[in-house]
């Protein structure tokens, strides 16, 4: 599975983005797929997840009610709708495909990076 992350940029606090995860391999419907961030000088942190069948998904407190993930098997894409942005919120953006439910993922795309100006 090859994982290829899109849709950062710059945007003011309060703003939004659409992150997009685009995947090719056959298998790839089969994994549930994740999205991480990493602003500059912190550890990665978990943002949000979504099973392989879509219909269950999981937030950062951080994040829960600002952050929608979605997935499109036909297009074997994953979304990551971002709303009212906070500045915080700044990282580099990644997502990755495997298991949500023992938290492993195998397979990572490059990251998308997200500035949020104050």
């Known amino acids: 599975v090859q994982l290829q992350a899109s849709g950062g940029g710059l945007v003011q606090a309060g703003g939004f983005l659409r992150l997009s995860c685009a995947a090719s391999g056959r298998t790839f419907s089969n994994y549930a797929v994740g999205w991480f961030r990493q602003a500059p000088g912190k550890e990665r942190e978990f943002v949000a997840a979504?099973?392989?069948?879509?219909?269950?998904?999981s937030y950062a407190d951080s994040v829960k009610g600002r952050f929608t993930i979605s997935r499109d098997s036909a297009k074997s894409t994953v979304y990551l709708q971002m709303d009212t942005l906070k500045p915080e919120d700044t990282a580099v953006y990644y997502c990755a495909a495997g298991r949500m439910e023992v938290d492993t993922y195998y397979y990572w795309g490059q990251g998308t990076q997200v500035t949020v100006s104050s």
């Open positions: 979504i099973s392989w069948s879509g219909i269950y998904a």
